[in-house]
Structures are given as C-alpha cells and as structure tokens.
C-alpha cells in the first residue's frame, strides 16, 4: 500500500477499542464464569419489611461469581440444618417414575425448580454488595449465618472464595428515619425486648450512597425503643442490631457476638481457625515426641 500504511476495515473505523470479556481466576485450573442462572430481583424488593436473608461484601468485578457461590454454600448449610425440606423434594422426584411425556416432564421440572428455589439474588444497588433473599419461611438467616461463620473459626476453611462479610438480615425499609424505626421495632421487641433476660447490646450502623441519615439521630432513635433492663456496650456485647443503609434502601439484621466473631468477616474468621488448629496439631506433635 502507498506510504506502508495498512488500511484498517470494518465496523468502528480507526476505534480499536473491544470489548474485553473480564477474566477472573477461578477454582483448579479452570475458570469460574459467572452465569445469568441466577436470576435478580429489583432493588426496591429491599423495602419489604418481611425480607430475610443474608447481605455480603465482595470484591466489585466478582459480585456474580460471589452470589453463586453464596448460593451453594447457604443451601449445602440449609441441607444439613433443614433436611426436612429438602427431603420432601427429593421424595417428590422419586415419586415422578414411570414414562411420562417429554415436554411435560420438562415443564414439570421448571415449574418444581421455579417453586422450590429457596434462594434469590437482590439487586443492592451498591457495587461491592450482594443480597441473597431466603424464600422458604423456616429457614432462618440469623441462625444459618452464624452456623457458617462459626463453622469457618473452628475449621479455617470456608465454602467460598470471594466473599468477604456476611451479615444475616430479618427486615427491610425506605431509607429514612421514620420507616427504619418503624422496621425495626419488632425486631428490636423480639430480640432485646421487655420479656427477655437482661443482656448486653450495641446498635451498628452503617451507611453507603446516603449522605441524608444522619448516624446520631437515628441511633437515639432505636435505642430508644430498647428496654432498658438491657445496657449499651460498645465493645464486647452480647447481641447488635446492625443497620445497613443502602442508597435508598435499608436493610436490618442481629446476631449475637458480633464482635467476637470478626463481624462476620471470613477471610479473618480463616485465619484463626488456621492458627487454631496449627496450635493444636503442634500440641499434638509434641505430645508423639514425648
């Protein structure tokens, strides 16, 4: 060509610029890919009061990979925590044999996995965040939260890769303070209420895209809602009632030794299970010498 220059063809014109599929490093030696089979819901879904399920901090370019691997951790603990539920599904499909039609077996499968799926992702609306919502009324994120954190202490290993903290939530609101306080009453009357015993408990809140709310009022808010035979420790107490403002949205979650357990922070929690069980593998050791 004249000049030595190379004539470049196509859509775009001299723009050079793809699209450039992000690679993320996944488990082995392959690569996770994340996929669309998990489907999200709409962020406004956060306001429903009766909204359970377990909020989680990751890295922002693996917020898919981290909500499918959330999703096989939380039901591998749901099936050893509520094996009820998942008995009744695995007899259902026994009970399907025999020849049947091909399209209606087909159908049958979609409608029973559109029926029985217990987890759902939420769209937050804040990079670095994902929401998995519990559908099945039994299943408690409170109680299921906390068997995989303490799991994750005691063993230094966890079934996931990239998430980060986990924090069971049990209701949710509009961002504002009139509709948290309304949110979190009952919450606050179950957990920290005037018929149970005198405890420990602090108030955690934390705010991201909401330079509204403003930290102290809200604070004094609930806390006064609490009983007061329950006293305020900032550092160790027994039980928190933790606030997350998201933009527009909130969500509300409790869990008890908070503290104690990192805040849910996995990647800590790991590494003193780790030391853990070095300590004690190295107790044995010498105990073999001797």
Do not use: W
Request: net charge positive; hydrophobic share 35%; glycine share 8%.
């Amino acid at each position: 060509m004249p000049g030595g220059k190379r004539e470049h063809y196509g859509g775009g014109g001299g723009d050079r610029k793809r699209n450039k599929r992000q690679y993320l490093p996944g488990r082995g030696s392959g690569q996770v890919h994340a996929s669309a089979k998990h489907k999200t819901h709409s962020v406004e879904r956060l306001r429903n009061p009766g909204i359970k399920g377990v909020l989680v901090s990751c890295d922002v370019r693996a917020e898919a990979l981290c909500a499918s691997e959330c999703i096989m951790a939380f039901t591998d603990h749901a099936q050893e925590r509520y094996p009820a539920i998942f008995e009744h599904e695995e007899e259902s499909e026994a009970g399907s044999g025999g020849v049947v039609d091909p399209e209606k077996a087909i159908a049958a499968e979609a409608k029973r996995a559109k029926e029985d799926r217990h987890f759902y992702c939420v769209n937050t609306g804040v990079k670095g965040l994902v929401f998995v919502e519990f559908t099945h009324e039994t299943m408690d994120p409170v109680a299921l939260c906390t068997a995989i954190v303490q799991n994750v202490k005691e063993t230094g290993h966890t079934k996931t890769k990239y998430a980060v903290r986990m924090t069971p939530v049990v209701a949710g609101s509009y961002a504002s303070i009139e509709a948290i306080c309304k949110a979190v009453q009952p919450v606050v009357e179950q957990h920290l209420g005037a018929a149970l015993e005198p405890t420990s408990y602090c108030l955690v809140f934390k705010k991201r895209s909401n330079p509204d709310i403003e930290r102290t009022k809200l604070i004094d808010k609930v806390a006064e809602l609490v009983d007061k035979k329950h006293k305020v420790d900032l550092t160790t107490p027994k039980r928190a009632v933790i606030i997350d403002v998201l933009a527009n949205n909130c969500l509300i979650g409790v869990m008890d030794d908070y503290f104690t357990l990192k805040k849910c922070n996995l990647q800590e929690l790991a590494g003193i299970g780790i030391k853990e069980a070095e300590k004690l593998a190295g107790g044995a050791g010498d105990e073999r010498v001797k």
